[in-house]
């Protein structure tokens, strides 16, 4: 399979298929080759698509490797199992797939031995890996047969850390399950089809090494793991020692200092003074000067680096002149053939793609935000957040506004708001910038609450959503949240595609003509109001005559909550109602609520709200003056919607205490169960039989008016709940049973999540479990949830028990399981 483009390792791969991109000086695919020669497979069909005459060019007839060698073009993309259906007149009996763009020496023929020994139509190559998100995981019975498949897992779902390798032994027989064509995948559709027809598939789970060499950092660590011999693969060149390999004609001064393990390539020349450190890599025919110093850097053939020239931790590509002086940064990416002058300086992390030139003296800058801070991913829990003007400057806003553009189709209309800080004023332009110059319109609402927000972008012209706004807890940080057409948070794999666009800046750039525009839309409010207003019984809100005490905590719902109580008839005490930056930051709203129900009881109101700035989350006082819990909120709210709703379907993550579940069986509610991300809980209740959905921080969901968080509509159909019920709230919150919920943290470095998700369920395999986010485990008197962390490398265990004491033991007892298992 020779068709990759390699995306993620551009600049280097922009004029370059990836399997034709050097590993110790050969390409990666001459080690592929290499390998299969080794294993006895010496008939070879190679699927190519992407500059394909490349690839032709330098294997020809596969003579010169001692294999024969044809090719199947793909002209349209057809997927991994439409590329193998396209060269099936080639393959009339068992055959073997593999990547041409992978470092390996897995031993095939160990393999095809299982696959002998089974008699499986199909057998996956499997490899244990410490960090499985980026593939696709593959879980096993105690044979080997294939029991389940999962693409591109969340932590969440990671049930194992055995990966798909894309090493597929196959007969001749599975081509009746690839339909012609149209784009097939062997992992989407081919084996989940042949695991549903009952077909004989295995997965073997192979020693040896695998890598995808998928990103640049990758590219860097496979030829760190080629030095050190971690995998066994040809190095070209005469070893001399100390891990240096030495290229025909290379000259090297004595002057010179060498560090191994090095190579240094065919015709290679280094001059006097020059210092090669360790994991240095120099293809055919590079000149290096006097005094030069080279510390991990792969630098292609026929470079040229000047004296002085400083390249740490870089990457340089084909025919590049690099001047006197220059000097390139860890994370430095030059494509080929380009020119560094004299003394220019290129920081950490710039890419420079192939035929550009950096002027002499210049210094090249760009902010390694996301590496500097260890984050990751791109995305957090809510978004792309950190701290304003460091590591989110409007620079990174520009670019991951034109990678959002970029997915939506050009002259798309995008609504974007913030709250009222000063960073999130100029990261919010900054944004706006990004989508112009991606060709996509904007609708400026300027300060608006989130809820505001995701209304005008379901109920207009926009096609999807931005806003900005500061973190809670944290008033040095912003957050960038971006919302779907239909104006709830975007998926994970739109995530995922923004992360892909932004990384590789593979941009839609508008010319001139086709820049976006930027409006503001009228009456924003007037229309949030007015449909709030319709999707409840207002006039019977009305009647009961509610006071309520209601603190706005400086945030943007100042500007519609007056008016939406105002159309109820409510008589209403305002609390902060104004916004300010200053009050916003200082804001703690469980010290704000304590002081609601001050008021509360001393003016005799019905109910006490806090609604949060941003408006999405509201914390609840009763008529006696008692602060809710979060899980007695949702306690309230659940109780009313069952009141007054038949048999209603809810939507709750899978962390709430049984107690919730229990006032679902009484009442006959349907509960369909959620992750504990805040898109995935939209998600759910955006289902057309949901009536509603809560997290466990005060977020709740009315999707009939809204399937997203919205603090203004929860405390709007809790008057209406109220008022239709005739029932007050202190009554119905004194029977929520006491929750006794416990919460543990283990310190888990990200590769061996894979690992203790995966052997936790091997050892409680005959408990019952439910596995929609993490593992949550079913005991007798309680449960218990095993979740690794999305950003952080920790996992989190929470038990629920009878007694705080019980609670306390379970979640002590599964996190000392945990570190058992990585000790």
Sequence with gaps: ??????????????????????????????????????????????????????????????????????????????????????????????????????????????????????????????????????????????????????????????????????????????????????????????????LESGKPLYGYVADGYWEDVGT????????????????????????????????????????????????????????????????????????????????????HDNGYLGAGVRLRGCIVGRSSDLRAGARCEEGVVLGDECFVGEHAVINPGVKVYPFKTVEPGAIINSSIVWES???????????????????????????????????????STVTCSRDSSRAARAIKRAVMVGLNAAGVNVDDLEVATVPVTRFQVRTVRSQAGV??????????????????????????????????????????????????????????????????????????????GFKVVVDYAYGSASFVMPNVLGKLGADVLSVNPFAATAGMIAFNRWDAAARVGELVRASGAHLGAVIDPDAEHITFVDDTGHVLSDNDALFLLLTLVCATSDKPRVAVPVSVSRSIEELCERNGADIEWTKLSTAHIMETASSADVVFAASQEGGFVFPSFLPAYDGIATLVNLLAMLASTGLRMSKVVSQAPRVHIAHETVVTPWEQKGMVMRTLVE????????????????????????????????????????????????AQEYARRIRQMLR
């Design 467 to 544: 806003t900005v706004r500061l973190v809670e807890g944290d008033p040095q940080s912003v957050v960038i949240r971006f919302f779907d057409g239909q104006g709830i948070d975007i998926t994970e794999a739109t995530q995922l595609k923004i992360e892909r666009l932004y990384y590789r800046e593979d941009f839609r750039r508008a010319m001139g003509a086709e820049m976006g525009e930027i409006g503001f839309p009228p009456r924003a409010i007037e229309h949030y109001t007015g449909a709030l207003m319709r999707s409840v019984d207002a006039e019977a809100v009305r009647a009961a």
């Design 1 to 194: 399979m020779a068709g990759g483009e390699g995306t993620r390792l551009r600049p280097l791969t922009s004029n370059l298929p990836k399997p034709m991109m050097t590993l110790a000086n050969r390409p990666m695919m001459e080690h592929i080759v290499n390998l299969l020669r080794e294993h006895g497979f010496t008939d070879i069909v190679v699927t190519v698509a992407f500059l394909p005459q490349a690839i032709r060019t330098y294997f020809g007839d596969g003579s010169e490797f001692g294999v024969r060698m044809v090719y199947a073009t793909e002209e349209t993309p057809l997927g991994t199992a439409g590329s193998v259906a396209n060269a099936k007149a080639e393959l009339d009996e068992r055959f073997l797939v593999i990547s041409g763009d992978v470092l390996t020496d897995i031993d095939l023929s160990a393999i095809v031995r299982f696959h002998e020994e089974r008699g499986a139509l199909a057998t996956i190559g499997l490899k244990s890996m410490e960090n499985p998100l980026d593939f696709g995981i593959v879980i096993t019975r105690e044979d080997g047969a294939i029991e389940r498949f999962l693409e591109k897992p969340t932590w969440g779902q990671v049930f194992s850390d055995t990966i798909n390798t894309g090493i597929y032994v196959l007969e001749p027989e599975v081509f009746d399950f690839i339909p012609d064509g149209r784009a097939v995948d062997f992992s989407n559709e081919v084996f989940p089809a042949l």
């Design 763 to 810: 050892r409680i395999k005959d408990r019952e479990m439910i596995m929609v986010d993490g593992v949550k485990v079913l005991h007798e008197e309680g449960w218990a949830l095993v979740l690794p962390d999305p950003e952080d490398p920790v996992t989190h265990v929470w038990a629920e028990g009878a007694t705080e004491p019980q609670a306390k033991s379970l």
């Design 216 to 299: 640049l950092d990758a590219y860097l660590k496979a030829h760190h793991d080629v030095l050190d011999g971690k995998v066994e693969v040809e190095v070209p060149g005469f070893r001399m020692g100390e891990g240096i390999w030495l290229g025909e004609g290379a000259e090297v001064d004595p002057a010179a200092k060498i560090d191994g393990p090095v190579v240094i390539g065919d015709n290679c020349r280094v001059e006097a003074g020059a210092h090669l450190r360790e994991y240095t890599v120099l293809g055919r025919n590079v000149r290096v000067g006097r005094d030069a110093f080279l510390q991990r850097a792969v630098v």
């Design 373 to 411: 801070r260890g984050a990751r991913n791109l995305f957090g829990r809510s978004g792309v957040s950190g701290l304003a003007n460091v590591d989110i400057t409007p620079e990174l806003a520009v670019r991951v506004a034109m990678a959002f553009g970029t997915t939506l189709k050009k002259g």
